[in-house]
């Protein structure tokens, strides 16, 4: 199992609330922003045992702690309840049920996942108790997305974020789970820095191929005619074109940081050692860096697949080449 509270609580969400918390001044409502929509929950959960445990790192073990964690305490309440997402009866619910008092506490909390999932009526429902919240009802509020959030909503409550981590956090964190280093190596490396993506990734049988199919396309293209040959390899196997600008983004940027960075940074030792007979000066690179980023907005506007990988390793090629001369 990983240990989801190990990650909680160094992120900058634990800490506000902690000093918040230390200090007296616990914020009604808070608006958690996290990009981990598969452990933004379990994050939340980690945020309620915060508020209500005497210890200031949830201790996981007093009466508090242990009934949130079996989902039974009678003064947490969580919602989403339903695939739906939160609708307006959750938020009339919520509503009715703050004016009742706590039972095995002095606070109350409601936690609700996935905001994103509000429309604006729903939203707009909820303002009204955090316009007036009754004395000792705290809300969690976590989404994927902040701009989901109405700024009337937004403007009554304390924004805390939980930020990508560090590949070092990640693989300590997975490394009892994920046994083989090198793929949990590749997929930190090619994740956004959530525990969410890194998992997917690590479970994902092609990531390396993707991977030695980029540092071919890097390290052994030199042609229009190899141009040709890759683009047809990369429609035809039906490579995932956002993980291949991924991959691309991995080694380009390993590379550059090699060249003129913090190595510290690099994030897959493996991948870029097997390119160091690329030669690629560090204009091109950040030139093809900012093709990569080009060609994630083509594609999000439907453009030619075929056409797109095409002019994505021609600009590879040329760039490699023009650099070369200078
Ligand atoms: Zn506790």
């Given amino acids: 199992m990983i240990d989801l509270g190990a990650l909680a609580k160094i992120t900058k ?9 230390s200090t007296n001044r616990l914020s009604h409502a808070y608006l958690i922003v996290c990009q981990d929509a ?11 045992k915060q508020l209500l445990c005497s210890e200031s790192v949830p201790c996981e073990s007093c009466r508090h702690c242990s009934l949130i964690n079996s989902n039974a305490h009678q003064d947490v309440f969580f919602y989403p309840t339903s695939e739906k997402g939160i609708l307006t009866e959750d938020i009339n619910a919520i509503i009715s049920e703050s004016y009742v008092r706590p039972i095995e506490s002095e606070k109350k909390v409601f936690v609700l996942s996935n905001a994103q999932t509000m429309n604006a009526v729903t939203q707009n429902k909820l303002l009204k108790t955090l316009e007036e919240p009754p004395k000792n009802v705290y809300i969690l509020i976590g989404t994927t997305s902040e701009q989901a959030i109405l700024p009337t909503v937004k403007s009554r409550v304390k924004k805390v974020e939980i930020s990508p981590f560090s590949k070092t ?9 994920c046994k083989d280093r090198e793929k949990l190596e590749n997929a930190v490396a090619c994740s956004d820095g959530t525990l969410g993506k890194t998992l ?19 390290t052994k293209m030199q042609s229009s005619k190899d141009v040709l040959e890759y683009s047809t390899k990369i ?16 080694l380009l940027r390993d590379t550059l940081v090699k060249e003129c960075g913090d190595q510290s940074l690099i994030t897959n030792p493996n991948a870029l050692n097997q390119l160091q007979n690329a030669n690629f000066k560090n204009g091109a690179l950040i030139s093809i860096i900012s093709a990569v980023t080009d060609a994630r907005k083509r594609k999000q506007f439907n453009a030619n697949q075929n056409m797109l990988i095409e002019w994505l390793l021609f600009k590879i090629l040329e760039e490699k080449f023009r650099w070369q001369k200078l």
């Fill in 235 to 250: 429609i035809k196997n039906k490579t995932d074109l956002d993980q291949f600008f991924d991959v691309l983004d991995m």
């Fill in 200 to 218: 997917a990734l690590y479970q994902d049988q092609n990531l390396k191929n993707v991977i030695d199919l980029g540092i071919e396309i890097l």
């Fill in 169 to 177: 956090v990640l693989i300590n964190a997975l490394i009892d789970q």
């Fill in 13 to 21: 969400a634990f800490k506000v609330i902690d000093n918040d918390k």
């Fill in 38 to 48: 598969e452990n933004l929950e379990g994050y939340m959960r980690y945020f309620a």
